[in-house]
């Protein structure tokens, strides 16, 4: 079945220093790819999206590339700031009519302190 | 904007009491679903619908039902609840998920917590 595999956390980074949580997947065809970011005491919300191979996605100064070849898609900043202190995932949806679901991985804690 | 609101907030409930977590989104969107988020193990998906009268099972339905009556409501009914269903619970609806972009749209969620 389908999965994502995200780099376990937490992830501890000074303020304006570079960020990458790294994501793979499992899944057959071409799924799309997902960022959702959860702050502290609230639902997830969409950061960024790809939907086909060698897109890049990028909201907030965030980018990811979504990679056939090597099945991934890495969320990079360049400098991050307090407020970016989140648990991300990576999440991936099946291509074609009839899919539904969204897998997610088991998330990214990042802490930024100041 | 409401988006997608959910209630209550934080329960607490004792090993065989039943309950019912309540969604519901005024953007008229035809997908909803709920989620579980435990420790470790990110979010795994209950049950999800794709309109009024259709529901369909997830990753993890044991112990759950759903009904879907309406577009904009989505209950999730704890039929006997457990101490495993001590849990965070999400609900989500999306206008695009059958369309490829997949964008989901998510309460602030329920903390459960069974005794």
């Known amino acids: 079945g389908d999965s994502v595999t995200q780099m376990e956390g937490p992830v501890t980074l000074s303020e304006e220093a570079f960020l990458t949580i790294n994501c793979t997947y499992t899944?057959?065809?071409?799924?799309?790819l997902f960022w959702y970011v959860q702050y502290p005491g609230e639902g997830l919300q969409l950061l960024l999206k790809?939907?086909?191979?060698?897109d890049k996605g990028s909201n907030k100064g965030f980018e990811a590339t979504y990679r056939k070849e090597t099945t991934s898609f890495h969320l990079e900043k360049g400098s991050v700031q307090v407020s970016d202190s989140a648990v991300y995932f990576c999440?991936?949806?099946?291509?074609?009519?009839?899919?539904?679901?969204?897998?997610f991985g088991k998330g990214t804690k990042l802490s930024v302190i100041p | 904007n409401a988006g997608v609101t959910q209630t209550p907030k934080f329960q607490v409930l004792k090993t065989g009491q039943s309950m019912t977590l309540q969604c519901a989104q005024d953007?008229?969107?035809?997908?909803m679903s709920w989620y579980r988020q435990d420790p470790g193990m990110g979010l795994r998906l209950i049950h999800y619908?794709?309109?009024?009268?259709?529901?369909d099972q997830g990753e993890v339905p044991n112990g759950y039902n759903v009904s879907r009556s309406t577009t904009e409501d989505f209950p999730l009914r704890l039929l006997s609840a457990a101490p495993s269903q001590t849990s965070v619970y999400f609900c989500?609806?999306?206008?695009?998920?059958?369309?490829?972009?997949?964008?989901?749209?998510f309460g602030e969620g329920s903390r459960l917590t069974v005794l």
């Open positions: 619908s794709v309109g009024a009268g259709i529901t």
């Open positions: 899944a057959t065809g071409y799924p799309s």
């Open positions: 790809a939907t086909k191979a060698d």
């Open positions: 999440a991936l949806k099946r291509s074609g009519a009839g899919s539904y679901q969204l897998t």
């Open positions: 953007m008229n969107h035809e997908y």
């Open positions: 989500a609806s999306s206008g695009s998920i059958g369309t490829g972009t997949g964008e989901l749209f």
